[in-house]
């Protein structure tokens, strides 16, 4: 179906970019000044700031509790924002939803971003929350049951690799990955799945942005060929913990995360895959105040639910 006609009216307002070189000072400025105020926001039973600190040194990070309740179960989420970008605060609003729809404990990670931070800090303080919340259960109310991870776009990425990580180390305790329109497969080479071919140019995010957007990342000594860059790339995906993949019909990205859900079916991990008909490339950030796409959140919440 075509765009949806909301996300094509908005697309249709924004500034052509900007000449030159990327700034990322200027960028993340410019999304933090789109934060509402806190009035504004999804109301829950309690958000607070703290550190974790972890081997991997002290993350901040905003615990989301829903309602008052004796034990939760335990949702980490990493935030997109093609590894520079993005922040605890541009995302509050999918962590709220999250929370709200699921029930659970949401713990959001403001992981370290390229390019101050070189490969692989940003996903080491990824893998460090998770042990961190799953160490610290007692302060956390966890009921030692759920304990998923989750993210959009480039935090789509951390997330299936920390899963990864947390499986070749014996760490079993992450019981699902939820992966929003993910970053699967870092070499862009635009011949390698249709999807960047169909949605180049148009739809928000366009093919042709992908390697500079990402550059920060991979000039840091991230590897598009190493299995903790490119999750897609790891060549046994047996025993990884059940997966919903969330694709957009307009996005660039839609075919790696599909793949990727169809090589997990093949190595025997439940996969879910829904495709989201009319929507973009980061339409669960930007676009999940429209009713089709905020069902994304129940829907997530039905996959929490079930037991691996």
């Not at 615990?63 to 949702?75: F, N």
């Not at 079993?172 to 990955?177: F, G, L, N, V």
């Not at 929003?180 to 071919?197: E, G, K, Q, V």
Request: charge should be negative.
């Amino acid at each position: 179906m075509p765009l949806h006609p909301d996300i094509a009216r908005a697309l249709a307002t924004l500034p052509a970019p900007p000449p030159g070189p990327l700034d990322p000072v200027a960028m993340r400025a410019a999304e933090e000044a789109q934060v509402p105020p806190l009035e504004q926001r999804l109301p829950l039973h309690s958000v607070e700031d703290t550190i974790a600190r972890t081997p991997a040194g002290e993350v901040p990070v905003r615990i989301y509790t829903p309602v008052d309740a004796e034990a939760y179960g335990l949702l980490v989420y990493f935030h997109g924002g093609a590894f520079f970008l993005g922040s605890l605060n541009t995302h509050d609003h999918v962590a709220r939803s999250l929370a709200k729809e699921t029930g659970l404990k949401v713990v959001s990670a403001g992981y370290r971003r390229a390019p101050e931070a070189a490969f692989p800090a940003g996903l080491q303080d990824c893998h460090a929350v998770v042990r961190w919340a799953a160490e610290n259960g007692g302060r956390l109310a966890w009921d030692g049951t759920t304990l998923a991870v989750a993210g959009d776009s480039s935090g789509g990425t951390f997330a299936a690799a920390v899963a990864a990580m947390a499986h070749d180390e014996g760490f079993d305790r992450i019981t699902h990955q939820v992966l929003f329109s993910p970053s699967l497969d870092l070499d862009f080479d635009a011949d390698r799945y249709a999807s960047l071919r169909e949605n180049a140019v148009g739809y928000g995010l366009e093919t042709a942005g992908l390697k500079p957007f990402n550059a920060f990342y991979l000039d840091s000594g991230a590897d598009p060929a190493d299995p903790l860059v490119s999750p897609i790339k790891r060549a046994d995906l047996t025993g990884l913990p059940p997966a919903l993949i969330v694709t957009a019909e307009h996005d660039p990205l839609r075919d790696e995360g599909e793949l990727y859900g169809r090589r997990l079916d093949e190595a025997g991990v439940g996969a879910t895959v829904r495709r989201y008909p009319g929507a973009g490339h980061g339409f669960v950030q930007h676009f999940s105040w429209i009713p089709a796409y905020h069902r994304v959140f129940q829907e997530t919440a039905a996959f929490l639910r079930s037991r691996p």
